[in-house]
């Protein structure tokens, strides 16, 4: 008997930790798996010197055997292989219709990191042959299936190419943004091999360069800094010469001619050493930069010549850009304006010919797809998470069913033992109750979910039609006139967009947790009072206050409280009609009241104003859920919310709000 409760014991012990080990075998075959992709990149890396057909049965396959590893498809990663071969030998077309032809084949979630691959060898394709958005693309795709799979060393990968194609269309500010996610992944991850820390120099030095393009001086000096140090302990003697160059550049602006030159000096002898001719024909722009603000017109023509001649042989329209702006400036100085304008001319036509304006804003959409898309990867990630939790309530429910099944066991075996029999039903049915409750708060979630994310790909598609709409209308357009007006329409439109995506981004900030911060009420209603003008400029603010309106809370859902009830007093008001606002402050709250002359609400829609996505006005422009918002913020900092209104007479909305917030506080707010 003792031997058979052992035993049952046992058995209720395993159960847990089999369902425990059962959901942590995953993760590692994918790291698994990404890390022999990474040994077969490298392996057809090594093959470069060998001809891209002989790569289907000789070299690479001398370095890791494809058909050893488990779990994979052998014939894709063998093409994929193929495929890289054909890049590294510079038949790109041939590289490229591979890649297209077997990411059409890949339906199964199984070859995500597969797909990844390809769609960052296709970006790569895409970038040497000029074709910077379509990379912009298949780069970001890339970084989130990375990411997913928690490959992080091959989205910093993915992001240091996203940063160079941004820099080189002229969205400056983007390539420093994606570069410095590259560098905080790098640095995390604790990736410090000498490939990832010559990775790193480029990505400090691009960066840098991004900074200069903005005229953010001393932030360029200090990325600059930072690569060439790293240059230097690595001895990495190429990038210290070309680091030296760029920051040369910035001492020139700076007034420090001496070491300006001492720095183009060693980028020349280094850019010459290294056959690097696009570096050292800037460079010999530079110095002749130099020796032109000393006088010295015959030594610059030297260095101007010099850099002509070098790039007649690389054939760089960038540096010819460069050489007719700087020689255009030259003449001028020289009071030679009739060459110095034919030089600007034949640097206006080399530029606009080179012009990224259009790839730059295409790619910067490209990006804002990307972010939008990772918003609703992200909900969808939720509800998946959801499920998961779902099916793990499940699972302890088997788990407890074969307890109760033991104890009941135990209790045939121990009849006398009638306490402990209802003390362990009373606990069942406790379980019960609360597996109950739990499923059910789990189907409420993802109710609430399926209508957000009804609603949220909606609302977004709509401007987004929108704007296609326009630009199709654009290419037909003829007259001025008729163009500027749909340009006009096109921002409007992206204007909108952007202020729905911000109260999305509202409601996700929602469940973040109160922070304290001190400021002044008064200033902060004044400050959002003329940023809303900008977009409202027939609204007139009347802001008073009477008492202390200093409060302690948390300044993102104050923004979130009053951004929306004075956007809704703008856009509902009569036209010409002020906005009262009245700020009191007493020893505990302060209450704010905030009157408009308009359209007004009518009573029976009072109650349900501040439910999400309702819309009770043909002026309403908006999702529906800005008073939702209002009414989530007001119970986080335990404020409260009442309006009163008369239908064509206007509205007045009192908010009241503690003076200190207590993170606990989460009084009830009250609805008129």
């Known amino acids: 008997m003792k031997n058979l409760i052992l035993k049952v014991f046992y058995c209720l012990c395993c159960v847990p930790l089999f369902f425990a080990c059962y959901t942590r075998q995953k993760p590692m075959d994918i790291q698994y798996k990404g890390y022999c992709f990474d040994q077969m990149d490298a392996a057809v890396d090594k093959c470069k010197d060998n001809v891209a057909d002989s790569l289907d049965n000789v070299c690479y396959k001398h370095h890791i055997l494809i058909d050893t590893i488990k779990d994979i498809d052998a014939e894709i990663w063998h093409e994929y292989a193929r495929a890289r071969g054909l890049f590294n030998h510079m038949k790109f077309d041939e590289a490229k219709e591979s890649v297209n032809h077997l990411l059409s084949q890949m339906t199964d979630s199984s070859f995500q990191l597969e797909q990844a691959k390809l769609l960052e060898l296709r970006g790569n394709i895409c970038v040497v042959g000029g074709e910077e958005q379509p990379a912009a693309i298949d780069y970001y795709k890339s970084i989130n299936i990375y990411l997913q799979l928690d490959l992080q060393r091959n989205a910093a990968k993915c992001y240091r190419g996203i940063t160079n194609v941004q820099f080189r269309v002229g969205n400056h500010k983007l390539a420093i943004e994606n570069g410095q996610r590259a560098i905080a992944i790098e640095i995390a991850n604790r990736m410090h091999s000498r490939t990832d820390s010559v990775d790193l120099i480029n990505i400090y030095n691009t960066i840098g360069l991004a900074y200069q393009q903005i005229h953010e001086l001393d932030s360029a000096m200090k990325y600059f800094e930072y690569s060439q140090t790293m240059a230097t302990d690595l001895k990495e003697e190429f990038w210290i010469g070309l680091v030296n160059g760029n920051t040369a550049k910035i001492l020139f602006e700076k007034g420090d001619m001496e070491e300006a030159e001492r720095r183009i000096r060693i980028d020349i002898n280094t850019s010459r050493k290294f056959n690097e001719h696009a570096s050292a024909a800037v460079s010999m722009l530079s110095m002749g930069d130099i020796c032109a603000s000393r006088n010295q017109k015959k030594e610059a023509s030297l260095y101007y010549d010099s850099a002509y001649q070098l790039q007649k042989i690389i054939k760089d329209k960038a540096v010819l850009a460069m050489y007719y702006r700087t020689l255009a400036k030259f003449n001028r100085n020289k009071q030679n304006f009739r060459e110095g304008d034919i030089y600007f001319r034949q640097y ?325």
């Not at 499923?439 to 790909?457: C, G, M, P, V």
């Open 348 to 672: 206006i036509a080399l530029r606009d010919s080179l012009q990224g304006a259009t790839i730059g804003n295409g790619i910067e959409q490209v990006q804002n797809k990307a972010r939008l898309e990772k918003q609703l990867a992200d909900i969808n990630l939720l509800r998946m998470e959801n499920t998961y939790k779902t099916k793990k309530v499940q699972l302890w429910q088997l788990c407890i069913g074969i307890i109760a099944g033991a104890l009941l066991l135990l209790f045939i075996l121990y009849r006398n033992n009638r306490k402990l029999n209802q003390q362990l039903t009373r606990l069942n049915v406790d379980l019960e109750e609360k597996i109950k409750d739990r499923t059910t708060e789990l189907i409420k979630t993802n109710k609430e979910l399926d209508t957000y994310l009804y609603r949220a790909s909606h609302d977004v598609r709509r401007p987004i039609l929108s704007i296609i709409g326009l630009a199709q209308i654009a290419e037909f357009a003829t007259d001025i006139h008729e163009q500027s007006d749909i340009r006009k329409k096109i921002i409007a439109t992206a204007r909108d967009m952007d202020k729905m995506l911000h109260k999305l981004k509202m409601t996700y900030e929602l469940r973040a947790s109160v922070e304290k911060q001190t400021f002044d009420l008064y200033e902060y209603v004044s400050g959002l009072s003329q940023d809303l003008v900008k977009f409202y400029p027939s609204a007139k603010f009347q802001i008073a206050k009477s008492g202390d309106t200093v409060l302690t809370s948390d300044i993102r859902f104050i923004n979130m409280i009053f951004l929306n009830i004075m956007e809704n007093a703008c856009v509902f008001r009569h036209v010409d009609s002020g906005i009262n606002v009245n700020i009191e402050g007493d020893a505990d709250y302060i209450s704010v009241n905030i009157e408009d002359h308009g359209i007004g609400i009518q009573e029976e829609y009072l109650t349900s104003i501040f439910e999400a996505y309702t819309r009770f006005s043909e002026r309403s422009i908006g999702s529906g859920i800005g008073l939702y918002i209002v009414s989530k913020a007001l119970s986080k900092i335990g404020g409260s919310i009442n309006v009163r209104s008369i239908v064509y007479e206007g509205s007045i909305v009192k908010v009241r709000m503690p003076r200190n917030i207590q993170v606990s506080d989460t009084s009830a707010m009250a609805m008129g």
